[in-house]
């Protein structure tokens, strides 16, 4: 163990292995204004994101290996978090036909996935996991069944009911993970479920595990601390009372997101699912916008949360109420999603926390170009001080003052 | 008299006491629309601009005479439904009403929400004409006091809404303006067209849901019929508009399982025959037509609540009283 390290814990902070993020959109190549490899690589270090896996719903979307390649030399030159790369699951994220998934793995895609178009065809998504066992990489499945959830733009519920817009049904979550379990089961690929929202899904996860079928699930930091109640304006965390102070305007569409923030009984059961080890890692669907997709209204606005930055502080929040063990909450930043990955921890990569710093979100306080975050004006309490990745201190303490990123730009 | 809203956004967080000024409020302005000149001056030099970006003929006329009846300047601006598509976004529409600098600006729009987006970015009073599924205000106001009118206090009395309650912001604001007065909801309609938390049981306070029609309807004060659009067939909603017809239709026969002389309402337009039968629309217990009469004095109301010449109190002067000192 370093000095570093161990002054940092003589301070008082958590010090832990760095966080590993199974699921980020780093927009590039093609949507430069709303992130960057750079700029999300540097968002996630100011999250404890030592690694970061980044989705290839691009443009190209990545599904061929020289496009792998290409991420993997941009993500060297961006010197931010260490980028791996998934590759799409099928040619342009179509649908249709099977990408090269065997080639891809060899150019280094850590995990195949078409995150954001779920594998309609269910005979294409059996071949897919059937590559899936031959590469030894996981299929990231974002389980949503499209016919369902049709034009909705929140969770179908008794907020959707009041602020009259169109719902998406737990139901259309929940059929997509009894299909993609079942074909996980029949071919032994392995599956991992991303974002799961539902207390539905988490059930359905934990009775297939028990069976011992191939599969692993996360879930995202939003969906653990935010009930589809923001959409309605409440600024209240699920572990806290609504009241008049937490209350801001509703149809705001930082609040929009798929899958969508859901009722307070899936809260639990996500908490649930992570304090009993059903969900193996916690991802955080980081999904940056420019503002031109998201000044919008409501039901025409992008999906997605900017949430590398604010993850930790979410969590910890669950944690101090007691909803799951503050260990339960790091291994799934940590050692869960290496296991899902089927790496092993790197031993160099660490990060120290400050539980207790209270900070205010703000569009200028997060390095990501993503300001879509229903969080800014919202003080959140915990915060990474120190960032080591394969030993270099990315962010740290100077000797006097404040937290700040080495070599910021 | 309790007034301090900037904009008319939505009425589910209003007060009875807000509701009873509005409509205290309407009944003034139906003396000014039954004089020889209907007109008072109360917003003279003030600008009241008509945004819609959904198809309305109804709704924007009767804005327009009542900004007209209070001697506003009124200004229409029109855009695309989806605005996205045609390269306008509502975001450049709200600088251009900014920029123009209006004191109330009335909106109607596909977005749920949508007037919410521009009350956030504009300095003017907005008033929602109806956004999406979610709420139509005004419709709810002139329901009330329509029903108020026919029945007296509403307290204790139960409306039947019947139809595509899920898609409709006219149904919404019903039961937001009705149940504070003291009135009880029934819901009647095709299980695929009223939302999936209300027939769970999580409904709003006051308000039940009854899928047999006849049932719903058996000793009601009143019934509001909702408009059924046709693609709600298309969409797999429904199996036939004849099915739906002969189920929830408004017959004369439905009718007369009510109290005697119950009012039949419709926010218009009708599909006769469809939602509501000729004979009945037509009959002696429709108030249909007194609803579109009423909507003109309730928008009166509440252009003159945002907009009015200020008292030294703060709070707008009864316009009648105004309209004496012209």
Same mark, same amino acid.
């Given at each position: 163990m370093s000095l570093d390290r161990r002054a940092l814990e003589a301070k008082g902070y958590l010090v832990v292995p760095g966080f590993i993020d199974l699921h980020a959109h780093l927009r590039e190549p093609g949507f430069e204004d709303s992130e960057t490899i750079a700029t999300g690589a540097k968002a996630a270090l100011r999250g404890g994101f030592t690694t970061v896996c980044a989705m290839p719903n691009t443009e190209p979307a990545i599904d061929s290996p020289g496009l792998v390649a290409e991420l993997i030399s941009r993500a060297k030159a961006a010197d931010g978090a260490r980028v791996l790369p998934i590759a799409a699951i099928t040619r342009g994220r179509k649908g249709r036909d099977l990408a090269d998934l065997v080639e891809l793995a060899a150019a280094g895609a850590v995990a195949f996935s078409d995150d954001g178009s779920p594998v309609e065809d269910g005979r294409l998504f059996r071949s897919a996991l059937e590559y899936a066992r031959v590469t030894g990489r996981p299929v990231i499945e974002h389980p949503q069944d499209l016919a369902l959830s049709a034009k909705g733009v929140m969770h179908e519920g008794a907020v959707s009911a009041r602020l009259g817009l169109p719902g998406m049904p737990a139901a259309a979550e929940e059929t997509a993970v009894a299909r993609d379990i079942a074909l996980a089961k029949m071919t032994g690929g392995r599956l991992h479920l991303t974002h799961l929202s539902t207390a539905g899904s988490i059930e359905l996860v934990r009775r297939a595990k028990a069976e011992g079928a191939p599969i692993t699930c996360d879930v995202t930091p939003h969906h653990l601390a935010m009930t589809d109640d923001w959409v309605a304006g409440s600024r209240a965390f699920a572990w806290e009372v609504p009241d008049e102070a937490l209350q801001g305007v509703p149809y705001e569409s930082s609040t929009k997101v798929n899958p969508p923030l859901r009722g307070h009984a899936d809260v639990r059961a996500l908490w649930a699912g992570l304090a009993d080890g059903t969900v193996d890692a916690i991802a955080t669907d980081h999904a940056p916008h420019a503002s031109v997709k998201k000044d919008l209204e409501f039901d025409q606005a992008a999906f997605g949360i900017s949430g590398l930055e604010t993850a930790l502080a979410l969590v910890l929040g669950g944690v101090r109420v007691h909803w799951a063990p503050i260990g339960a909450v790091i291994n799934a930043l940590t050692i869960g999603p290496a296991r899902v990955l089927g790496m092993k921890l790197v031993d160099d990569d660490w990060i120290a926390i400050d539980r207790d710093a209270e900070w205010l979100v703000t569009a200028d306080e %997060?390095?990501?170009?993503?300001?879509?975050?229903?969080? %800014?004006g919202r003080t959140v309490i915990g915060r990474v001080v120190h960032v080591s990745l394969a030993g270099e201190t990315k962010l740290g303490e100077r000797r006097e003052g404040n937290a700040e990123a080495v070599g910021r730009r | 008299m309790n007034w301090t809203r900037r904009h008319v956004l939505d009425t589910d967080d209003w007060s009875r006491d807000e509701i009873d000024t509005v409509l205290d409020q309407t009944r003034a302005m139906t003396e000014i629309l039954q004089r020889p000149i209907r007109r008072a001056p109360p917003l003279r030099g003030r600008t009241v601009i008509l945004f819609f970006a959904e198809a309305s003929t109804r709704t924007r006329v009767s804005f327009e005479l009542a900004a007209k009846a209070l001697s506003a300047d009124v200004t229409n601006i029109t855009a695309s439904g989806s605005s996205v598509e045609k390269g306008e976004s509502l975001y450049d529409t709200v600088r251009t009403l900014q920029a123009l600098g209006g004191d109330v600006v009335v909106m109607r729009h596909a977005s749920s929400g949508a007037p919410y987006f521009v009350a956030e970015r504009t300095d003017a009073a907005v008033i929602n004409a109806g956004d999406g599924w979610h709420a139509h205000p005004t419709q709810g106001l002139l329901d009330a006091y329509t029903l108020r009118d026919a029945?007296?206090?509403?307290?204790g009395k139960r409306v039947v809404i019947v139809g595509d309650v899920l898609h409709s912001r006219v149904a919404r604001s019903d039961i937001n303006t009705l149940i504070p007065l003291g009135a009880r909801v029934t819901l009647s309609g095709p299980p695929t067209l009223i939302p999936t938390a209300w027939r769970g049981g999580q409904l709003p306070p006051g308000v039940t849901y009854e899928s047999d029609l006849d049932k719903a309807l058996e000793g009601a004060h009143a019934v509001i019929a909702l408009r059924l659009q046709r693609e709600r067939q298309e969409s797999g909603l429904l199996p036939s508009l004849r099915e739906y017809s002969r189920v929830w239709g408004l017959t004369a026969d439905r009718v007369a399982r009510m109290r005697p002389a119950a009012p039949v309402m419709h926010p218009g337009p009708m599909n006769e025959g469809v939602e509501i039968d000729a004979a009945v629309a037509h009959? @002696?217990? @429709?108030l249909i037509e007194k609803q579109v009469t009423n909507g003109v004095a309730v928008r009166m109301a509440l252009l003159y609540l945002l907009a009015g010449a200020p008292t030294p109190s703060g709070v707008p002067a009864p316009a009648v009283r105004l309209e004496a000192t012209a």
């Open positions: %997060l390095s990501s170009k993503g300001k879509n975050t229903p969080l %800014l | 029945l007296g206090d509403l307290d009959g @002696s217990q @429709s």
